[in-house]
């Protein structure tokens, strides 16, 4: 195969390609970007291989930086975006069922393409546009099958994480994954437990934004992977009951962690806190999943209050109505920026006054009473009993302090 027109995306990387070859080596675009570019998908980053080894890549371009010299990759700078070369490589050892004992630099690009995951992810492109195919990942990629390539078995010892990719791909581009490719990550589900969590977090938060995550999650389930990821041990039943929404349109990472905290009932605090720790995503996501899920809750219970949409913020509430969306418990987004639009004051800072004023002007004295106060200010101006004005606001602070 020979595609004609390279997506505009190459078109700065070839120069680099071509340069390499002119050195008396080989160089090819592979992986991701050249399974992206015959399915007229979006792509995001270019990956380059050679035969070239590290050394000799440093001595044909004058800038570059060794980026991961020891697995054979340098960053090639001459051509103003930075391009990461790889060097062919084969792997071998895999005792711990994640990474190789031993990696080899190789002048063979059928030795490289060899130990790549899936016959989608195994073809390489030349800088003129020719296709290299060797393990028929063309047909899979007409067929929509995610196919391992070699003995699935085998693939899935020597890196486990390649379960997950398989289920991930299957949601991302919404393909199947071919029966003995099935049957061999039902037969090695329990390696996913030799994985570091941070690299499954990846791959199952790609599953949950992809295109099809039902068809993912499925395989996911049947193939038990999900009994070998953090909490998720008995959580079967409830996951399966994701199959049947057919409104996933999730954006983000917060999104997906408060979908599954929902679903798995795993929703006041502590408990959210314990799970997502489980999983070692950010604090930040969990900050954020802990103001999602009471705005879902909010939002099903149709007590969508000023208090509420104050408490969560802009963004959490539309990645909450974008959770809702899934299960049919939505507000029209117009009608939750408009009613967002309403509140007399957005934030904290909003409020006419503030601690230093109630000392000064009220007589209020710094601590816990203090923060109650401005507490029960911000919730009358939020809903409306109260105008937004310093005098207004003093006044009324001088009375409850004195009611106590
Ligand atoms: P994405 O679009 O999500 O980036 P990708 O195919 O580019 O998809 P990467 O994780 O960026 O995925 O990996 C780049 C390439 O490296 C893959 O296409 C595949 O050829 C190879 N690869 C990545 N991870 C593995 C793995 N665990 N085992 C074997 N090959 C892998
Ligand atoms: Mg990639």
């Known amino acids: 195969m020979i595609i004609k027109q390279l997506p505009t995306i190459f078109e700065p990387a ?10 008396g080596y080989e160089a090819y675009f592979v ?25 000799e890549i440093k001595s044909i371009f004058k800038r570059t930086v060794d980026t991961g010299i020891e697995h054979g990759t340098v960053m090639i700078l001459d051509h103003g975006t930075g391009y990461e070369t790889t060097t062919f490589r084969t792997e071998s050892g895999y ?29 390489a492109l030349k800088e003129n546009g020719e296709v290299v195919d060797l393990f028929d990942g063309l047909g899979d990629l ?19 994480l390649r379960m997950m990719r398989a289920v991930r791909f299957a949601s991302k581009l919404d393909f199947t994954i071919d029966q003995p490719t ?11 437990a030799k994985i570091a969590v941070e690299r499954i977090r990846v791959e199952f938060e790609k599953l949950l934004l992809g295109q099809n995550p039902v068809a993912g999650l499925k395989d996911f389930i049947a193939t038990g992977l999900y009994r070998y990821c953090p909490g998720m041990a008995t959580a079967g039943q409830q996951l399966t009951a994701l199959l049947v929404l057919n409104q996933w349109q999730l954006e983000n990472e917060a999104q997906v962690w408060a979908t599954v905290c929902l679903q798995l009932g795993i929703t006041d605090r502590p408990a959210v806190n314990k799970f997502l720790k489980q999983w070692k995503t950010a604090n930040d996501l969990i900050a954020q999943v802990n ?3 009471p705005a879902v809750q909010a939002f099903h219970q149709g007590q969508v209050t000023p208090n ?27 009608q939750l920026q408009e009613e967002y639009a309403k509140l007399p004051i957005k934030n904290g800072k909003e409020l006419a006054i503030n601690g230093g004023m109630l000392i000064k002007q009220a007589n209020i004295k710094p601590g816990p009473l203090m923060g109650k106060l401005i507490n029960q200010l911000t919730f009358a101006v939020v809903n409306g009993d109260l105008p937004n004005e310093a005098e207004v606001l003093l006044d009324t602070a001088r009375q409850m302090a004195k009611e106590g």
């Not at 992986?31 to 050394?55: E, F, K, M, N, Q």
């Not at 099935?182 to 996913?192: F, Q, R, S, V």
């Open 142 to 160: 007409k067929r929509r099958l995610i196919r391992a390539v070699g003995d699935p078995n085998e693939r899935f010892h020597e890196d486990a």
């Open 291 to 293: 103001k999602i899920i």
């Open 308 to 334: 509420l949409l104050f408490k969560t913020g802009w963004q959490a509430l539309a990645d909450a109505n974008q959770v809702a969306k899934l299960y049919g418990w939505a507000i029209q987004d117009e």
């Open 95 to 123: 005792q711990d069922y994640r990474r190789p004992d031993s990696v080899t630099f190789v002048r063979s690009l059928s030795e490289d393409l060899q130990r790549r995951d899936f016959t989608i992810n195994a073809l």
């Open 31 to 55: 992986g991701g970007c050249v399974r992206d570019t015959i399915l007229h998908d979006p792509i995001h980053d270019i990956d380059i291989a050679t035969s070239a080894y590290p050394s």
């Open 14 to 23: 070839r120069p680099v390609l071509q340069k390499i070859e002119a050195a």
């Open 182 to 192: 099935l049957t061999g990550i039902k037969e090695n589900a329990p390696l996913l």
